[in-house]
């Protein structure tokens, strides 16, 4: 693979869907403080520069907030890719295939799952967070 790492990687594919999961889901969170943002809409005692270094997850423990300013959809659906962004980003690559290529794999052994993170489960993660800034979207007026 490539020419940027000598480390084994998955197809050009899966890493290419890799990289968009984690640009739409970090936009998303991006519009979530904006509606949040106590300096441009005095809607939080946090201002922005608190705001964005929270963690998604840490940005999740604003359940009152968010569903008190833009509603129970974009949190609940917020709460939903917070839980799919962590197992996507705290999979390990497993040498395990699909399709021909290789896969990363969320284990967690406390719950007894295991996730397989194939193309098709990013295309969703994908999907869902195309919904949420749809949701966000409107909520803005656009």
Known sequence: MGKETRQSTSDEELLYLLGICQW?????????????DKEHHDNSNKPWHT?????????KD?????????????????????TKRNSIIHSLPTGEKVDDYVIPI????????NIKIDKEYLREFIKKNEELS?????????
């Open 24 to 36: 739409v889901f970090n936009s998303n969170c991006g519009f979530i403080i904006e509606m949040i």
């Open 51 to 59: 705001l964005i270094e929270l963690t998604a997850g840490q940005l």
């Open 62 to 82: 604003y359940e009152n907030k968010i569903t008190e300013i833009m509603g129970d959809d974009i949190y609940n659906l917020f709460d939903k890719l917070v």
């Open 106 to 113: 969320y284990r967690n052994d406390s719950k007894g799952i």
């Open 134 to 142: 749809d949701l966000i979207y409107k909520f803005r007026g656009y």
